[in-house]
C-alpha cells in the first residue's frame, strides 16, 4: 500500500543532496504523531525477528517541470509518495499528514494538495515485472580473492556477478520480516540504468535503478512492489513504479 501526496512548491529546484535525504526523516516524524508508539519502535527494533524496517518513500517529483541539465528541477504540481507492506504503518502516515499542510523536504516547502491511497496490484499470476525510479543499492560480501572481509561498504551494481543472488536474498528477507511466503525468485533482471549515488544521514549510497521480472506467491509480491527493492529502502532507494 501507499499514500501518494500531491504537493505544490515555488522552488525551482531541489539540491541534490537533499532529493532523497530528508524523506526517512519525514517518515518517523508523521509517525511521531500518527502512531508514536509504532514509530518509536521502528526506529529502536525495527519489525519482525529481522528487524528491518518496512517502509520507503520515492524522490519528490514534478513530471511538468522541464529538465535542466546538472539540477533536479521542481516548482508546481508534483508528487512524493510513501509506503509500507505494514496497514499500520500506513494508517500512521495517514494521520500524521492529516495533521500537516506543509511538507519540509530539506528546506524546501511541498505544500500538500491532497493525499491518495494506492493499493498494489493483484499479481494473481505470481509474476511481477516491477522497475525502479530511484537506485536499487545491495551491499555485496566484502570479501577479497582469499575469502578475508576487507570492507563492510562494498557496494555491488546489478550488472556485476555477485548482485542478483545478494538481491534475491534480500526479497527473501524482506518476505520473512513480513511473515508472508519467502520462496520468491528473481527471473531476470531486465534493464539497467546508470550508476548513480545519493545522498544520506552520512555519506552517500551508490547503485543503479533497475527492472526485474520476480516470481512468487501474489501476497509476496503486493509485500515487495510496497516496500521497494533492495536494501536502503527507508533512504528511498529501490522505489518502485507504481
Not at 520480516?177 to 534493464?191: L, M, N, Y
Amino acid at each position: 500500500m501507499r499514500l501518494r501526496v500531491a504537493v505544490h512548491t515555488r522552488a525551482p529546484s531541489l539540491q541534490w543532496r537533499e532529493v532523497l535525504r530528508p524523506g526517512r526523516g519525514l517518515v518517523y516524524e508523521l509517525l511521531s504523531f500518527g502512531a508514536p508508539e509504532l514509530g518509536a519502535r521502528l526506529h529502536e527494533h525495527g519489525w519482525g525477528k529481522t528487524g528491518m524496517v518496512p517502509f520507503g518513500h520515492s524522490a519528490p517529483t514534478f513530471p511538468s517541470t522541464p529538465r535542466k541539465r546538472r539540477q533536479y528541477t521542481a516548482g508546481g504540481t508534483g508528487v512524493v509518495e510513501f509506503a509500507s507492506p505494514v496497514p499500520e504503518i500506513i494508517e500512521g502516515l495517514a494521520k500524521g499528514l492529516a495533521r500537516e499542510h506543509v511538507l519540509d523536504w530539506g528546506g524546501t516547502a511541498l505544500r500538500i494538495q491532497k493525499v491518495d491511497v494506492v493499493a498494489p496490484p493483484d499479481f494473481a499470476s505470481g509474476k511481477a515485472v516491477l522497475r525502479t525510479s530511484t537506485p536499487v543499492v545491495m551491499k555485496g560480501s566484502g570479501h577479497n580473492e582469499h575469502g578475508e572481509r576487507t570492507t563492510r561498504q562494498a557496494w555491488v551494481l546489478p550488472t556485476e556477478p555477485e548482485f542478483p543472488a545478494y538481491f534475491e536474498g534480500n526479497l527473501r528477507r524482506k518476505a520473512q520480516t513480513i511473515g508472508v511466503d519467502p520462496e520468491v525468485s528473481v527471473q531476470a533482471i531486465t534493464w539497467v540504468g546508470p550508476k548513480r549515488s545519493f545522498a544520506v544521514s552520512q555519506g552517500h549510497k551508490p547503485g543503479a535503478a533497475l527492472e526485474a521480472e520476480i516470481h512468487g506467491a501474489p501476497e509476496t509480491l503486493r509485500c515487495i512492489w510496497s516496500w521497494g527493492l533492495g536494501q536502503a529502502n527507508s533512504a528511498g532507494f529501490g522505489w518502485v513504479i507504481a
